[in-house]
């Protein structure tokens, strides 16, 4: 598989990794909604599913195959022909089909979920890949709880299922263990240390457990992961996923840092895909979620509403209408100062002088005292008690 090296690959399991959190399930036409919806935000990869955990997951893998054009269509498997003749069933339809197979790499996963050796999973691993490599060119091969791996032992595995014809490794922080320059390290050293690496993409899959999702799949973009595995809204497992709109839009502000590396997202969807999943998947998203969140770009504080009024960049590093959004909000508080209150006013079409904003003001305060927000019909009745 010859890939880009300055394309960042953006590979989304929202109906993966993100239907497993509990009380989430899509139905089949409902996971085609949101396909085709990642299809237009311009994801590379999409995980439908793992067919066979179910006879609803492997209905929404032959589904996905056949409703998706551009983008590769991933199905999920663990280390066994089964899973994997199962799987190459499930994507006949998919126009670019992709097996992703795995095991765990680190000695606990190997002493105490496998009850097996090293040498023993090494040979699994291998088996795994050749099996799926049978069924498509494109197999991409997960570490599982690489985060917590003996280097030399995970340069080791990396190596034999490239050699056995991986084209993508997924090095996965499985807990959300690592710290940003660990695991950034650690895809440094495959890099450095696995001699077939330039045959294949290292991916980066970061759990959110110790809320370091993020920073940790940053990392190793930096240190030479040109794919990274993420949901809408950062849900999935546990404290859930890396959020696919914050990797986007850091890759976006800090351009210049990551040199001539982009991606296809088209962020302008952000907002809407956002709701959209969490309508559906009945997951609400936090007020002060990064990106998405309801309060992403509202200011409430009189200090940085004047500054914002005065100059956007001076607390904005990102436009809202980059995310989808019309404008920024200037929340009315007890907390606001005359400014955003002026602004206010006149945006309703009241224009005051000096004298008569600061009685007004003085009234705002105590109203906002009364009240957590202002609405534009408190500004109005404002204005006609004076009147």
Partial sequence: MLHDPNHLYIFDTTLRDGEQVPGCQLTTPEKIEIAKDLEKLGVDIIEAGF??????DFQSVVALSKAVND???????RANQNDIDVAAEALKYAKRPRIHTGIGSSDMHIKYKFNSTREEILERAVAAVKHAKSYVEDVEFYAEDAGRADLEFLAKMIESVIAAGATVVNIPDTNGYCLPDQYGAKIKYLKENVRNIDQAIISA????DLGLATANSIAAIQN???????TINGIGERAGNTSLEEVAMILKVHN????SLTSNIDSRMFTYLSRKVSEMMNMPVQPNKAIVGRNAFAHSSGIHQDGFLKHRENYEIIRPEDVGLDEADIILTARSGRHALKHHLERLGFHLEKDDLADCYQRFLVLADEKKNICDDDLKSLIQEKI
Wanted: proline share 7%; aromatic share 4%.
């Fill in 71 to 77: 983008v590769i269509i991933c199905a999920l498997t």
């Fill in 51 to 56: 067919p066979v955990s179910s006879p609803g």
């Fill in 256 to 259: 210049q840092a990551f040199g």
């Fill in 224 to 230: 030479g992961a040109r794919q990274v595995e993420c």
């Fill in 205 to 208: 899959h970061c759990h959110n």
